[in-house]
């Protein structure tokens, strides 16, 4: 894959200090200096000789301390330094010599994972703009490449689901699994990988109620956080909240976001991953539990502006608007933009995820999202985009009826139970799953639907929210900053 092609081409295998010169901003597009890390070394963006030497000259010259730097060419950085460091410069055309590179980056989507899977198996000059277009469609983009590269990263997927440690371990299998779920889709491949969702059922089961103490100057870890941490790290700023999208669907969108620099983390979302509870925390900076009305939406915007009000923001310095048409005026600093087009998608779609990847591809093209973040750049504003909750596909085990629930939500995912419910004839009937109330009321019981069910027509294939797999809960955290 790509990363390790770059690893291998850097001699990284031989040497503990690395600089590479990377014009062309493949590590912003592809993050392969993530595989540095899994080989040990510690990334390093140069900016500036003394910032360098005083955080990393040490390190530098110990000969254990495995080291990457990446840099442009129009940065000077010493002789001195230079000579300690391996360099090598990370571009198209060094990496691919036997290909026409002017046709490699007319192709604005290219996948350069498959492409290395490929290339490494090719041995003929393909410079010619003809052949290197022949190559691509005919031995990048084929089923039988594309399979290989499922069965690799399914691999992966498997590999680092024996070897969880952290929360972070499951960020990373979300990506991988994302990668999985879109290409599939895209090439029409049956791939499963609902057996992650099982394993991450396990692991919320577990560990959820301990996130909360979790802290990370990447992402704001749980949504309920983010306010603080957007505060924390922007002056002036603007949340876009996507209703409903998933990581699946903020690899589509994302395509639209191709002239705009941004650093792509992720956030858990609230469980239930039900609008009404997630995106008021994501709003609020509170849990479930602390909601004015969790089940509801309308104190919505009553939760957010109290939320920036308690962090100083005066009632002119904050901002709160629905649709991608939003403005603020020049005295808000704290906004906040509700866009709910994913979430009626998902609720409208009956073709599961080869549906969503239509219809996503379709908003994405119109390049609305993409659009409205530079205008709020434009205007100084820090953007952060996110969701309240992801998506998942599900098959109906029939309409619930007379369960004496007395507390119900538009989820087909979820139940909360008062009183004298039947929980357990519940939890035997539907094999639904009992909710350990983490940060939620507990005056209340929780039942979840086990992975792929619904509360649907019997066999009925649909795409909703509302339970614990890691469609639903792992959202993506995307941060935009403005450039003055």
């Known amino acids: 894959m790509f990363g390790d092609y770059v690893l291998k081409q850097a001699a990284a295998e031989y040497n503990n200090r690395i600089l590479l010169i990377d014009d062309e901003g493949l590590d912003e597009a592809t993050h392969y200096s993530a595989d540095f890390q899994a080989?040990?070394?510690?990334?390093?963006?140069?900016?500036?000789?003394?910032?360098?030497?005083?955080?990393?000259?040490?390190?530098?010259?110990s000969k254990k301390d495995k080291l990457?730097?990446?840099?442009?060419?129009?940065?000077?950085?010493?002789?001195?330094?230079?000579?300690?460091?391996?360099?090598?410069?990370?571009?198209?055309?060094?990496?691919?010599?036997?290909?026409?590179?002017?046709?490699?980056k007319s192709y604005q989507n290219l996948d350069l994972d498959l492409l290395c899977i490929a290339y490494i198996k090719n041995f003929d000059d393909l410079h010619q703009r003809e052949q290197t277009e022949k190559f691509i469609q005919e031995k990048v983009d084929s089923p039988e490449n594309v399979a290989m590269y499922l069965e690799q990263l399914n691999a992966e997927l498997q590999q680092k689901q024996e070897q969880v440690k952290t929360y972070r371990d499951w960020f990373a299998i979300a990506e991988i699994?994302?990668?999985?779920?879109?290409?599939?889709?895209?090439?029409?491949?049956?791939?499963?990988?609902?057996?992650?969702?099982?394993a991450f059922k396990d692991y919320v089961l577990e560990q959820f109620g301990k996130l909360s103490s979790e802290m990370s100057r990447e992402t704001p870890v749980l949504v309920s956080c983010a306010m603080d941490y957007m505060?924390?790290?922007?002056?002036?700023?603007?949340?876009?909240?996507?209703?409903?999208?998933?990581?699946?669907?903020?690899?589509?969108?994302?395509k639209?976001?191709?002239?705009?620099?941004?650093?792509?983390?992720?956030?858990?979302?609230?469980?239930?991953?039900?609008?009404?509870?997630?995106?008021?925390?994501?709003?609020?900076?509170?849990?479930?539990?602390?909601?004015?009305?969790?089940?509801?939406?309308?104190?919505?915007?009553?939760?957010?502006?109290?939320?920036?009000?308690?962090?100083?923001?005066?009632?002119?310095?904050?901002?709160?608007?629905?649709?991608?048409?939003?403005?603020?005026?020049?005295?808000?600093r704290c906004g906040a933009v509700i866009i709910n087009d994913v979430d009626v998608l998902v609720h409208a779609q009956h073709q599961g995820r080869l549906g969503m990847l239509n219809d996503i591809g379709v908003l994405s093209d119109q390049h609305k999202l993409a659009d409205m973040t530079q205008r709020f750049l434009s205007e100084s504003f820090d953007v952060y985009i996110t969701a309240d909750h992801g998506n998942t596909?599900?098959?109906?085990?029939?309409?619930?009826?007379?369960?004496g629930v007395?507390?119900?939500?538009?989820?087909?995912?979820?139940?909360?139970?008062?009183?004298?419910?039947?929980?357990?004839?519940?939890?035997?009937?539907?094999?639904?799953?009992?909710?350990?109330?983490?940060?939620?009321?507990?005056?209340?019981?929780?039942?979840?639907?086990?992975?792929?069910d619904s509360f649907d027509a019997k066999g009925e294939e649909v795409m909703t929210h509302g339970g614990i797999s890691i469609d639903e809960v792992i959202v993506p955290f995307i941060k935009i900053k403005a450039v003055k």
């Open 39 to 61: 080989h040990g070394f510690e990334v390093v963006h140069y900016t500036d000789d003394l910032t360098f030497r005083i955080e990393y000259e040490n390190k530098l010259k």
């Open 68 to 104: 990457l730097v990446l840099a442009h060419s129009n940065i000077y950085i010493p002789y001195d330094v230079q000579r300690r460091l391996r360099a090598y410069i990370v571009s198209m055309d060094r990496l691919f010599p036997m290909l026409n590179i002017e046709v490699l």
């Open 177 to 198: 699994k994302v990668k999985i779920d879109t290409l599939a889709a895209e090439h029409r491949l049956d791939f499963d990988t609902s057996a992650v969702n099982r």
């Open 231 to 254: 505060h924390d790290h922007s002056s002036k700023f603007v949340i876009i909240v996507m209703d409903g999208m998933s990581e699946f669907d903020w690899k589509i969108i994302s």
């Open 256 to 332: 639209s976001f191709q002239d705009i620099h941004y650093e792509q983390t992720a956030a858990f979302a609230m469980i239930p991953s039900i609008t009404a509870i997630s995106r008021q925390c994501l709003l609020s900076n509170k849990t479930p539990g602390q909601l004015l009305e969790p089940w509801k939406q309308s104190k919505e915007k009553k939760e957010f502006v109290a939320c920036a009000k308690s962090m100083g923001y005066t009632d002119n310095q904050i901002g709160y608007e629905r649709g991608y048409e939003a403005q603020f005026g020049s005295f808000v």
């Open 393 to 403: 596909p599900c098959t109906g085990i029939g309409k619930l009826i007379g369960t």
């Open 406 to 452: 007395e507390i119900e939500t538009k989820s087909h995912r979820m139940l909360v139970l008062q009183n004298f419910a039947d929980k357990s004839g519940l939890i035997q009937k539907y094999g639904m799953i009992e909710y350990p109330k983490y940060y939620l009321n507990k005056d209340f019981d929780y039942l979840i639907c086990d992975v792929g």
